[in-house]
């Protein structure tokens, strides 16, 4: 069956130290992997794309790998804040139709 | 990018009844889509709703259940009919800008009792 799979505990970092989220993925050939930021009542926010043929892409303290044997995308926060408290979804993107299949998120709590 | 509104925000609603649910975007999009997110769950995709064709739904929803307008480049509306206590979720709609990403409405709470 597919299934994309991402930690469904939370995920308590000390500030300052790097958090490091993971997205597995099984019986999907995306083209493209991006993840979004949701904070509670609030509608998801895009933050990084990577494509099936780029291994890594960064973005200010923001980074993402994608191993496409693995089927797998992990997501750094550097020097990680209070402020960046929040849920993660990944979200694979299969094909050109800009349609999404999206992992349940992940938690992550920043404790000062 | 793209900013978007949804009405209402958030609605109990008695069983039986249907409750519509408008997102207005600032710009003219051709793709939008609607969702469904349970607590904790993952989004799921209701239905695809480009203007000028006719809506085009996931396996599990249905037109009668939830219908859906796309008059113009920067409005839909998505019909929650006949509600049910199953049917409380959170409602969002998003859009496409031409590119991957996909920028999204703050949601509509509906809660059936």
Known sequence: ?112 | SAVISQKPSRDICQRGTSLTIQCQVDSQVTMMFWYRQQPGQSLTLIATANQGSEATYESGFVIDKFPISRPNLTFSTLTVSNMSPEDSSIYLCSVATGGETQYFGPGTRLLVL
């Open chain 1, 1 to 112: 069956s597919q299934k994309i799979e991402q930690n469904s505990e939370a995920l308590n970092i000390q500030e300052g130290k790097t958090a490091t989220l993971t997205c597995n993925y099984t019986n999907y050939s995306p083209a493209y992997l991006q993840w979004y930021r949701q904070d509670p009542g609030r509608g998801p926010v895009f933050l990084l794309l990577i494509r099936e043929n780029e291994k890594e892409k960064r973005k200010e303290r923001l980074k993402v790998t994608f191993d496409t044997t693995l089927k797998q995308s992990l997501f750094h926060i550097t020097a990680s804040q209070p402020a960046d408290s929040a849920t993660y979804l990944c979200a694979l993107g299969l094909d050109s139709n800009y349609q999404l299949i999206w992992g349940a998120g992940t938690k992550l709590i920043i404790k000062p």
